[in-house]
């Protein structure tokens, strides 16, 4: 089955650590997009992706970090810099080029210990 | 700055009856809108994808409008049923950000 995998679905933070959140995806996608999930916010882009080796800063990117070193694959770190990091996590990827439908992930829940 | 709000926040209805989800944006130069589906603790669903020359897409009980001049779409849901009960995100993709700019989503629950 084509789709975006993304793990581990639950994931707690100590403080002073860093956490890397995983995303693949097996639909020969180029771009790829990390987005933070607050209630009662919408969602908010973190990082974006065109093309391997190549990511652009969204609009909340303090406190994240990103690779892209395979097309399949887009990990998210979170630093200790990000100081509320408690939220739900989506990965997706697209077709690169406009009026393409992004497809989701089932994200990863990031709390706090 | 495009902002992207949708009315109302919740909506509780019947089985069977027709609704009308609402979503408006402040900056009319768009690719496109999208209608998407959050179920709970899940990933977003494509529904319809609008693009800033159409005017409407449906998609079987589905049905979306964009008037890109006045900022405007609707999703119609015909005849809803328990297993539509999830939250609708609207997003447009700006001409001036490259990027999806979401609205805060209207969770909707169908009941018996």
């Known amino acids: 089955d084509g789709g975006i995998t993304q793990s581990p679905k639950y994931l707690f933070r100590k403080e002073g650590q860093n956490v890397t959140l995983s995303c693949e995806q097996n639909?020969?996608?180029?771009?790829m997009y990390w987005y933070r999930q607050d209630p009662g916010q919408g969602l908010r882009l973190i990082y974006y992706?065109?093309?391997?080796?190549?990511?652009q800063k969204g609009d909340i990117a303090e406190g994240y970090s990103v690779s892209r070193e395979k097309k399949e694959s887009f990990p998210l770190t979170v630093t200790s810099a990000q100081k509320n990091p408690t939220a739900f996590y989506l990965c997706?990827?697209?077709?690169?080029?406009?009026?393409?439908?992004?497809?989701f992930g089932d994200g990863t829940r990031l709390s706090i210990l | 700055k495009q902002e992207v709000t949708q009315i109302p926040a919740a909506l509780s209805v019947p089985e069977g009856e027709n609704l009308v989800l609402n979503c408006s944006f402040t900056?009319?130069?768009?690719?496109?809108l999208q209608w998407f589906r959050q179920d709970p603790g899940k990933g977003l669903t494509s529904l319809l994808l609008?693009?800033?020359?159409?005017r409407e897409q449906t998609s079987g009980r589905l049905n979306a409008s964009l008037d890109k001049s006045s900022g405007r779409s609707t999703l119609y849901i015909a005849a809803s049923q328990p297993g539509d009960s999830a939250t609708y995100l609207c997003?447009?993709?700006?001409?001036?950000?490259?990027?999806?700019?979401f609205g805060t989503g209207t969770r909707l629950q169908v009941f018996p």
């Open positions: 900056d009319s130069a768009i690719y496109n």
């Open positions: 609008i693009q800033s020359s159409q």
């Open positions: 639909l020969n996608h180029d771009a």
């Open positions: 992706s065109q093309i391997v080796n190549d990511f």
């Open positions: 997706a990827s697209s077709i690169a080029g406009y009026n393409q439908p992004q497809h």
């Open positions: 997003a447009v993709e700006s001409y001036n950000t490259d990027k999806l700019i």
